[in-house]
Nanobody
Framework: VQLQASGGGLVQPGGSLRLSCAASGFTAGYYGIGWFRQAPGKKREWVSCISSSDGGTYYADSVKGRFTISGDNAKNTVYLQMNSLKPEDTAAYYC????????????????WGKGTQVTVSS
């Protein structure tokens, strides 16, 4: 089981980025896939997830209305579209997979991908 996150970068406040989480060695649609982020000196926090049971999507209050998670089963990839980015969104973003259909806490994650850095700054 491997997950590879990509798509991070430097963006100005108000800008957009799309992160990708490519899965290999397993079918991503059978696992709960979540995005988490970790800023320096802070704990890794949950951002969003997509349910493996019904494709339902869930968001932390801090990103609701700005971020959109989606999945492409043909590409075995989960995306996180991030719009209206704020400086407080600056963090390393990680995708993770778990056996639960909905993953909203890092304790539910069995497999982590390497992070991709998102920096929001003018």
């Amino acid at each position: 089981v491997q997950l590879q996150a990509s798509g991070g970068g430097l963006v100005q406040p108000g800008g957009s980025l799309r992160l990708s989480c490519a899965a290999s060695g397993f079918t991503a649609g059978y696992y709960g896939i979540g995005w988490f982020r970790q800023a320096p000196g802070k704990k890794r926090e949950w951002v969003s997830c997509i349910s493996s049971s019904d494709g339902g999507t869930y968001y932390a209050d801090s990103v609701k209305g700005r971020f959109t998670i989606s999945g492409d089963n043909a590409k075995n990839t989960v995306y996180l579209q991030m719009n209206s980015l704020k400086p407080e969104d600056t963090a390393a973003y990680y995708c993770g997979a778990g056996l639960d259909p909905v993953v909203v806490h890092r304790s539910q994650i069995g497999w982590w991908g390497k992070g991709t850095q998102v920096t929001v700054s003018s």
